[in-house]
């Protein structure tokens, strides 16, 4: 018989791994009829939590507040501390790389790992080493001022009494430093730039007293003056006279309350969306002198109040919501439909259910039609997906819980499931239909709409089930003309019909599975009414196997990440 290899908690316990050699995972062995199983590294963990914003467990809740250091300090220390400097800076880049944006859910846990790493690591050349990449790896004022906010949480947690220690305040300066002029001033010009807060951040890293040259120097008192003296182009600033019309233009349009003053400077300027104070956005005219030069995201982020606005005036509007459903926009855009039901619903009115007498119904909204249209636009992940479906019809008439309440089950799995089905061509789609806890076939197909999907779906008439979780492998395993990539399992809560509630069983099929059909499988679970792991997750086997609490737009992301391998 093979031996198969598992690492035990006693053999954990005894081994001794030096803290800088983490290059490679390790390989444990153990008790015999067990597969290999792969210890991940400290950089592996780091990574995790990146992507999750959890070290120990594979569970990802949306976060009701912003991150804070005080529940990660003490782990995050221990693992940055067993890292090298070259592991460390290979991995920032490749999380922070723009290119990553498509998969990293937000910033704040990278630079938390960043913060940590420069305010507290022992080896000073190391520090120093990465460091040198810090301009690299912090791309945008907002990310700066998020690591300066975490170092902020290290300096009080290790009881200094500077708000920065020397490494990050040399790392801020030389951000600064390092800059294009052209950037610079880029930044400045955004309607999101705040002139005080990069006032009191310079000022707190001197620097005045700093080798700079004089066009930077003209830019960052640019960046850090109030726009009431730009407009009189004090003298510090003539290094950069060539920028003058711009830089007063723009500061006169911040000054300005008149449509009338303000729309021949965006003319002259050619300014965009982003640049304009938003006291001025709330104008038709500015509004619909803008909209061609608005991106898809930004049309989304505005369409409540630019649709008010054009109220009235029925052919800007109709001009404005043609540009939504162009399908190469929306293809290049690719938005989630997930993304589009959410914001239909936060935007939605809700009003009292009226559960008697004849209820009219209410007119399709914008978004709306724009989600029922998005189906198949979206990118495919290029796998083979094996979708599992809990349609009990208790549940089909439920909303989620927490701040999804007023979504609908049914609705949020179709946003999902329906979605992969239209994009990727290898998916397959079962449901538990009995209390055997056998699967079969759903019968959808591409030609269908959502509206047709969500009909075959109340159309099963399921009235009770055994939801068991293992049996979507088991099922998988009988599958003989198809091997998976990817398991996704989607379902109210994970906790039922797992055995005492724990992932060891769980995790024995899927080793099962990728040891005689592909070891790269993995399995997703989708917990949509919960806001917590379902489930006890083992210390020493918990990788390949990913759990998801309720939704937001950010979990698309997470699913596509973790199917591709970006994290274990």
Avoid at 83 to 107: F, G, K, M, W
Avoid at 397 to 406: A, D, E, F, H, Y
Avoid at 481 to 492: C, I, N, R, W
């Amino acid at each position: 018989m093979k031996k198969r290899l598992l690492l035990t908690a006693e053999v954990a316990a005894s081994q001794q791994t030096d803290a800088n050699s983490n290059d490679s995972r390790e390989l444990e062995s153990a008790e015999e009829g067990t597969m290999m199983h792969i210890v991940p590294s400290a950089i592996d963990k780091l990574r995790r939590f990146c992507y999750l914003g959890a070290i120990e467990e594979p569970v990802y809740a949306p976060k009701a507040f912003d991150l804070t250091l005080e529940g990660h300090f003490v782990a995050l220390r221990e693992l940055c501390g067993a890292v090298n400097e070259t592991e460390l800076i290979e991995c920032l880049r490749a999380l922070l790389d723009a290119s990553n944006d498509q998969y990293l859910p937000r910033h704040d846990e990278t630079l938390l790992v960043l913060a940590v790493y420069l305010s507290s690591h022992t080896d000073e050349k190391q520090r120093t080493l990465v460091r040198g990449y810090f301009v690299e790896l912090v791309r945008t004022a907002k990310d700066l001022f998020l690591f300066v906010n975490f170092v902020s949480q290290v300096q009080k947690l290790l009881g200094r009494k500077t708000p920065f220690s020397r490494t990050a305040r040399k790392a801020i300066l030389e951000w600064y430093q390092k800059q294009p002029l052209d950037k610079l001033l880029h930044m400045w010009s955004l309607n999101d730039c705040n002139w005080a807060q990069h006032r009191l951040l310079l000022q707190r890293c001197h620097y005045t007293s700093a080798k700079i040259d004089a066009e930077t120097m003209a830019a960052l008192r640019v960046l850090t003056t109030h726009v009431k003296e730009l407009v009189n182009w004090p003298d510090y600033l003539e290094p950069v006279v060539q920028c003058k019309e711009t830089i007063v233009g723009i500061a006169n349009l911040r000054l300005s309350q008149s449509v009338d003053v303000a729309l021949p400077l965006i003319k002259k300027l050619s300014l965009s969306y982003e640049h304009l104070p938003r006291h001025l956005v709330s104008d038709v005219k500015v509004v619909n002198l803008l909209l061609s030069k608005m991106s898809y995201d930004q049309m989304l982020q505005s369409w409540p109040s630019f649709l008010k606005l054009n109220k009235s005036n029925r052919s800007a509007q109709l001009c404005y919501s043609q540009r939504f459903f162009d399908p190469s926009e929306l293809r290049a855009a690719n938005i989630a439909p997930i993304r589009l039901l959410l914001l239909e619903t936060r935007g939605a009115k809700h009003r009292k259910v009226i559960s008697k007498g004849v209820v009219s119904p209410k007119p399709s909204s914008l978004l709306q039609k724009l989600y029922k249209q998005s189906f198949g636009f979206n990118r495919p992940l290029g796998l083979r997906l094996h979708i599992t479906i809990n349609l009990e019809m208790c549940y089909l008439g439920k909303c989620l819980t927490g701040r999804c309440q007023s979504i609908k089950y049914i609705d949020a799995v179709l946003a999902f499931a329906f979605g992969y089905f239209k994009c990727d061509p290898k998916v397959s789609v079962r449901i538990w239909y009995d209390k055997s806890g056998k699967l079969k076939g759903l019968p959808w197909t591409p030609e269908m709409s959502v509206d047709d999907a969500k009909a075959t779906c109340e159309g099963q008439k399921i009235m009770k089930i055994k939801q068991t979780l293992t049996d979507v492998v088991d099922n998988a395993l009988q599958d003989t003309e198809q091997t998976y990539d990817v398991f996704l399992v989607l379902v109210p809560c994970g906790t039922r019909g797992n055995q005492r509630n724990k992932s060891e069983q769980l995790c024995k099929r899927l080793d099962e599975y990728r040891q005689k059909r592909n070891d790269n499988a993995k399995l997703i679970i989708m917990s949509l009414r919960q806001h917590h792991g379902s489930m006890s997750y083992s210390n020493v086997r918990n990788e390949n196997i990913l759990e998801l609490c309720s939704i937001t737009e950010q979990t698309p992301r997470l699913i596509n990440a973790f199917a591709q391998g970006k994290f274990f």
